[in-house]
Each structure stands twice: as structure tokens, then as C-alpha cells.
């Protein structure tokens, strides 16, 4: 069913097997954080994480699944992990969106993918950073003397939170110019100008991510 020019609702079995290294997951929470990140950042869009591998066979069946990086709390763990896709899709409390990679920045991407990859596979395991992940949020502050200080954040990837490490991946592999990643916000992601004109949801009732693919980079 298609909902409007930019949105379409499926399932994930539908679209799995179209997903490719570098799309976003974006995710849109029901925890008091995320009702909180939805009220400061006015979105739906709550959490990011990027696709790393697709068609990764299982050898226990035989099936294959899509693996996303993210920095995130997931399972009793907490920190920068893989995670499987149709897992994450059949357990989240929430609202799930694909977002395709424009054929542009999928060109930028393919020519700096060793710097993507390995910079991602560098961060993998390190701590989950809450404290930055509050100051992305709430960017009131930013522009005014000694409150700036409460908000404004300066990069710093010792640990990470998830637009945080998307953001920078997304420099290291051309996709987008050069950003504060430590000040990207979940729907900065969503709004930069990489994207294929159709995103998908595939879990949740039907929401629009609102400024979706706007912002150039």
C-alpha cells in the first residue's frame, strides 16, 4: 500500500533482500528516552543504525540475514554492536524505516568503502555514550554564552551514541561533507540529501519522517 510519494509500508521479508551496505535504518522508540528525543528533536525518528552486510549466510540453516551496526542498548548489552536485522524488526517496541542510499552517494560510498568499513568495524564494542546523546538533542542552548556549554558538543568518539557514529561513518565513506558528529541527531540523519526519493516502513503504523532527504550534503 503505498502511502504517499516518499512513503511506502512493507514487510521485512519484502524488502530485505533490496537492502544494501550503508542504507539507514531508522527507528522510532516507545521508552521515556524516546518520547522524551521525540519531544526536543520534533520527530518521529528516534534512534539510527546503518546497514553493514547483507546476505550474511547462516551455516546453521542456510538462511541468510542483514547485519546493522549501531550504538545502542540491545539484549543487556550496551555499546556499539552488530545486530541482525529481521531479529531487531521481530523484538523492537516501535517504528522501523529503510532508507535507501541515492545512486550518488551509493557512487561516493563505493569508491571510500574501505575507509566506511573499517572505520565501522573499528568501533565495534566500544561504550555507549548517553551524556553526548543528550547534548545532540537539545540544541537550545547552543548559541548562547556559558549555556552553550550544557549542549554544545564537541567531537569526542571514545564511545558513541548512535547518530554519532552513523554521522562520522558517513563522512569517512564521502556521503556526506565534513559534519560535528558528536552534534547530529537521529532526524539530521534522516534529513540529509543522500537518500533515494521512496523510504519504506516496515514495522509500526503508518508515520512520515518529516524533512526526510532536505538538507544537502
Keep these: 500500500m503505498t502511502i504517499c510519494q516518499q512513503h511506502q509500508q512493507r514487510s521485512y521479508p519484502q524488502i530485505r533482500d533490496k537492502m544494501q551496505p550503508g542504507d539507514i535504518i531508522a527507528f522510532g522508540g516507545n521508552s521515556l528516552f524516546s518520547k522524551w528525543a521525540k519531544l526536543t528533536t520534533r520527530s518521529a525518528v528516534t534512534h539510527v543504525a546503518v546497514v553493514i552486510k547483507t546476505q550474511v549466510i547462516n551455516e546453521a540453516n542456510g538462511r541468510y540475514f542483514n547485519q546493522a551496526i549501531e550504538a545502542t542498548s540491545y539484549n543487556g548489552k550496551c555499546g556499539v554492536m552488530l545486530t541482525r536485522l529481521s531479529e531487531r524488526a521481530a523484538t523492537y ?3 522501523m524505516w529503510w532508507l535507501p542510499l541515492n545512486s550518488q552517494a551509493r557512487s561516493n560510498l563505493e ?9 565501522l568495524f573499528q568501533q565495534n564494542h566500544k561504550p555507549y555514550d548517553i551524556c553526548q546523546l543528550f547534548g545532540s538533542a537539545v540544541d537550545a542552548t547552543d548559541d548562547i554564552p556559558f549555556l552553550k556549554e550544557m549542549s554544545l558538543n564537541s567531537e569526542d568518539f571514545s564511545s558513541w551514541f548512535c547518530s554519532e557514529l552513523v554521522a562520522e ?10 559534519v560535528n558528529a558528536s552534534e547530529i541527531t537521529p532526524i539530521d540523519i534522516c534529513r540529509f540529501d543522500v537518500f533515494q526519493e521512496q523510504y519504506v516502513q516496515f514495522k509500526g503504523e503508518s508515520k512520515s519522517i518529516t524533512g526526510y532527504n532536505t538538507i544537502p550534503r
Design 93 to 95: 517496541n516501535g517504528d
Design 111 to 119: 569508491n571510500n568503502k574501505t575507509a566506511f568499513f573499517d572505520f
Design 169 to 178: 561513518a558517513m563522512e569517512r565513506g564521502k556521503i556526506i561533507g565534513s
